[in-house]
């Protein structure tokens, strides 16, 4: 499994949370389109096959200016309370969001318990301008 094999090959105190960036518009679990691995302290430039079928490769997340960020406890039934809060904070604050979603498990309880796990959603926001366009802050 993705759990074990990981810190077995990166090293245990190389690896830190397991995480997701989420390309999919929708929360549809049978349709979304996601990137999962682990946050690295370094990088070890190997790659991780788990199945013919799947390879975990090291890459860098390109850096974010500014995000929105709710934390979640709780298993997936409980994602949409937050992505909702968010929205809700981008509406009454004029941003909008401007790239895929990341998530952060802070918490994963090993005995499979989703009322143990809090997870960190990100999103990338921009600020908008009394019109709807989008504030270009590059420099």
Known sequence: ???GRVPLIA???NVSYFMSVVHSDTFDPERMEAELGF???QSKG???ELSEEVVLEE???PAVETMAVVVVVGGPSRYPAGFTA???WCEENDYEIVGPQREIF???PATGDEDGIVIEIQFPVQARLNDGRL???SL
Do not use: A, K
């Open 1 to 3: 499994s993705i759990m």
């Open 11 to 13: 090293g245990p105190s």
């Open 39 to 41: 946050l690295l302290h």
């Open 46 to 48: 190997v790659s991780i």
């Open 59 to 61: 890459r860098i997340l």
């Open 86 to 88: 968010v929205g809700q």
């Open 106 to 108: 802070l918490e994963m």
């Open 135 to 137: 504030l270009n802050t």
